[in-house]
């Protein structure tokens, strides 16, 4: 059964499809959205998925009538950049994209983001659809967010650019690497973390099913953690406040992205720490010792990374902290769990007290 959700924002808003096997009637989709069949659409993939998904949709597609062109990516995060955001454009370009065309991410975060950055910028801005096909693309297929890293900085260059529709085809997880699987859970963890304490705990009791990618636990999990990046962005879709909760764990993850060099820890490896670290900050703050201890418990469950690898340079991770998008005015801003399933967010956190968690999260038995 396909479970289906919608991202409120008022003309901006979209459907979010959750459910095995929809590619196979992905044109049935476009057509419901009114894409068009008169201009070209340019699905963007990586060189991992390709091989497995491609074909598939371009031959429906075009079987329907559509013109559509594709463009593959070295997988990873070093595809985040803004030379292979320029081959992009320069593929949308030689397809002939015009302003009634849209960019199609086939891909988990990165082509996302990233192709979600070519709609946002090429000529302006043109429609974009996302089909994610990772666990972690449930948060980053939601919610407009999309942009390229900087060598000094995570997801520097972007913008805000709503896709029309999310079209998650959950048959596509069977494929991913368990590496992938269980970096991508960090994220529906954190979901839980933020938002629902009864969602966090069941994470932390299906782990075993969650892991091994049984469907039905996968596409409740998924629906539950969109539900909450839905909610949250249709309350506050530009970050003026609220949705700043939503990088919980992320001020040293995305450091730690940055120093050990892009695609050495996954990004749900990286926020995995960072959320831990997070919750230490939180016991030091005040808040109940459990924090700690349950937030760690529950990423262990999911054989994710705990610790800082030693090697990493405590000063070069808190240069990289100082670019988080969060801060501003001289101020450290940072998602501070209360409880499990509650964050505050602290607009005065003192960066010594953030130095002494890094050092810590290097020993971190
Ligand atoms: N925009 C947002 O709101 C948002 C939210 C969270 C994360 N992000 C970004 O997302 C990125 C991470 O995304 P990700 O973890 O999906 O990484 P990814 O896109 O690099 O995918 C992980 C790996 O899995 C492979 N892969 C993807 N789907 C597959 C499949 N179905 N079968 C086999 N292999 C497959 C990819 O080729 C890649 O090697 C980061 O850059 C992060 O910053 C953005
Ligand atoms: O959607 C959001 O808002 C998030 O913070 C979701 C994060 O999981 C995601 O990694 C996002 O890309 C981080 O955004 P940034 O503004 O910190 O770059
Ligand atoms: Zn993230």
């Not at 980053?140 to 029309?164: M, R, T, W, Y």
Request: a negative charge; charged letters at 25%.
């Amino acid at each position: 059964m396909i479970k289906e959700l919608t991202v409120d924002l008022g003309e901006r808003s979209y459907p979010i499809y959750i459910g095995e096997g929809l590619l196979e009637n992905i044109a049935s989709y476009f057509e419901k959205h009114g894409i068009s069949k008169g201009s070209p659409l340019l699905i963007v993939t990586d060189g991992q998925v390709g091989p497995h998904y491609l074909e598939g949709v371009l031959e429906r597609l075009g079987t329907a009538g559509y013109q559509a062109a594709s463009y593959t990516v070295t997988a990873g995060e070093k595809s985040k950049s803004l030379a292979v955001l320029e081959d992009v454009i320069g593929a949308a370009l030689e397809a002939g994209l015009d302003r009634k065309s849209a960019v199609v991410a086939l891909g988990g975060g990165v082509v996302g983001d990233l192709a979600g950055f070519v709609a946002a910028s090429y000529m302006r801005g043109v429609r974009f659809i996302q089909i994610p096909t990772t666990i972690l693309a449930h948060d980053s297929s939601v919610g407009g967010k999309v942009a390229v890293n900087h060598p000094l900085a995570k997801n520097i260059i972007g913008a805000f650019h709503q896709p029309e529709m999310v079209l998650y085809d959950t048959s596509t997880l069977q494929s991913l690497p368990d590496r992938e699987v269980r970096g991508g859970l960090s994220e529906m963890i954190k979901h839980g973390l933020i938002w629902d304490a009864d969602f966090a705990y069941w994470c932390e009791d299906n782990a075993e099913r969650l892991v091994g990618l049984d469907p039905e636990a996968l596409q409740y999990g998924l629906y539950k953690g969109c539900s909450v990046k839905a909610a949250v962005v249709s309350q506050d879709e530009r970050e003026n406040d609220l949705r700043a909760i939503l990088n919980l764990g992320h001020t040293i993850g995305h450091a730690l992205e940055a120093v050990a060099g892009y695609g050495e820890l996954t990004h749900g490896e990286a926020i995995a720490i960072g959320m831990v670290g997070a919750a230490r900050l939180s016991v030091k703050l005040g808040h109940p010792e459990e924090i700690h201890t349950i937030t760690k418990r529950i990423f262990e469950k999911f054989g994710l990374p705990v610790r800082i690898p030693a090697h990493l340079d405590t000063d070069a991770i808190m240069r990289a902290m100082m670019h988080d998008k969060k801060f501003g005015e001289g101020r450290m801003v940072y998602i501070v769990p209360v409880a499990i399933g509650k964050v505050e967010i602290n607009k005065q956190m003192d960066p010594k007290l953030v130095r002494e968690i890094v050092d810590e999260l290097k020993q971190e038995d």
